[in-house]
């Protein structure tokens, strides 16, 4: 993307496009839903009429959701991207209902890739999530000789062909792990079955609203961010989206992905007062993360202008961009380890149903976010908007820990690990600055 369309109008376009259904693709994918819907479905006693009714309310919902922004673009463009006059506006209004397609999509992806978890069955989500980029990819190698236009054109299709895909891939795990006749019975049992399923709905409702506020800080904030970079200079938001994915990346790998393979073992743990075992699954967790965000905040800190040089830098991506993005993504950076680590302790809170006291750090962390990056846009531009994220996740953080409870924190964090952590983090630094210097003499 950065190769064909640089950092100009039409990558700001599609990124503002893909923006709200990607939004809500983070969201799900990466927990959220899963860590409301998953501990009320274990605890169902007719999970097939539980998980139907939810699926259906949903879709429904999605659905008409998705109907109202076909039928009002423009509306839905000048929403996303308030700061855009109206000739950018009417240019993306088109690609905003193309992509919002996707959001049904993925919604079914996710639901299905619940019940795959519960049946301990991680692969299919994991491999599914590189069938959207393998699919976008190839809209842009067909479009690579054409017009920007027909290049994001090209794109949003490919978008909704990536969400098919994912779909297909999760029905067919859903059919070999022998999961279909749980939605068969379901069907045929729901009419009969329903009353018995309606305290459970009612639980689940009112654990999913705050579940998904609570768990998804970082994402609202990513879209603030595109909010009011739409008032920034053109290219504004591309860095946004460029910078983010890199961010995103040690996120994604480590902090998410460690996240949802231990979650349904540490609820399934407490759920048994098994307080002990999911005390240690959770510090063992904790140091794996520590290390290794650590590093990660370390080596993009420093080597940021190199990794952006080296990933982006080519085609339509200019010099100016790279420096541009490069800015960005360190000021994301600051806030790496604390989103990383508030991800791991925010699960003991959604695996005691405390999903209230989460949407309420949640809630403090995304005003932090809003007031830091109206004080800080004006002077540095899309890095603050960057920055006010990164302390809007310190925010989180601490709060988090507070709910979690410092001690139990503190009981963790004394041992010689700590040193370990210390130690080893500065020799890091070291060997990357000397890193730095070489590369600036041979590049």
């Known amino acids: 993307m950065a190769s064909y369309l640089g950092a100009n109008i039409y990558s700001d376009i599609f990124f503002i496009a893909f923006k709200l259904p990607n939004l809500f693709r983070r969201i799900f994918a990466e927990g959220a839903f899963t860590q409301a819907f998953l501990p009320a479905f274990t605890r169902s006693l007719n999970k097939g009429v539980f998980s139907l009714y939810i699926f259906s309310l949903f879709l429904a919902i ?22 855009f006059d109206e000739k950018s506006v009417g240019m993306a209004a088109p690609f905003v209902a193309i992509n919002f397609f996707y959001l049904p999509l993925i919604f079914g992806v996710t639901f299905l890739s619940t019940l795959l978890q519960y049946k301990n069955h991680f692969a299919t989500t994991a491999f599914a999530t590189g ?11 067909i479009s690579k000789n054409l017009s920007q236009e027909m290049i994001v054109t090209y794109l949003s299709y490919g978008v909704v062909i990536g969400g098919i895909v994912q779909f297909t891939a999760h029905l067919t795990a859903i059919y070999k792990l022998n999961l279909a006749p749980l939605f ?5 049992y729901f009419r009969r079955k329903y009353p018995q399923i309606k305290d459970e709905i009612k639980e689940f409702k009112a654990q999913f609203f705050p579940a998904i506020w609570g ?31 890199v961010f995103q990346l040690p996120l994604a790998l480590f902090a998410i992905a460690t996240s949802v393979a231990i979650f349904p073992k540490i609820a399934r743990h407490l759920k048994h007062n098994d307080r002990e075992k999911a005390s240690l699954m959770l510090k063992k967790a904790f140091w794996f993360l520590a290390f290794l965000l650590t590093f990660s905040t370390i080596t993009g800190a420093i080597l940021s202008k190199e990794i952006v040089w080296l990933l982006f830098e080519r085609g339509a991506f200019t010099c100016k961009d790279s420096a541009n993005t490069s800015f960005v993504l360190q000021m994301y950076l600051v806030g790496l380890i604390p989103f990383g680590l508030q991800k791991l302790f925010s699960l003991w809170l959604y695996a005691q149903n405390r999903q209230k006291e989460a949407a309420k750090i949640a809630t403090y962390s995304l005003i932090t976010n809003i007031i830091l990056s109206i004080a800080l846009i004006s002077t540095f531009q899309a890095a603050g908007l960057a920055l006010g994220t990164s302390f809007s996740g310190i925010v ?22 700590t040193l370990i952590w210390l130690s080893s983090s500065l020799i890091f630094i070291a060997i990357l600055l000397i890193i730095k210097e070489i590369l600036h003499v041979y590049i």
């Open 62 to 83: 999605i659905l008409f959701l998705t109907f109202l922004v076909n039928l009002f673009p423009d509306i839905s463009a000048k929403i996303m991207a308030i700061g």
């Open 215 to 245: 768990n998804s800080t970082a994402q609202f904030s990513a879209f603030l961010d595109t909010w009011l970079a739409s008032f920034l200079a053109t290219g504004s938001i591309s860095y946004l989206y460029y910078s983010n994915r």
């Open 184 to 188: 068969i019975g379901g069907a045929k």
């Open 131 to 141: 069938l959207l980029n393998i699919a976008m990819i190839t809209a842009l190698l």
């Open 396 to 417: 989180g953080f601490i709060m988090t820990l507070k709910a979690f409870g410092y001690r139990e924190f503190l009981a963790i964090i004394a041992n010689k690990l």
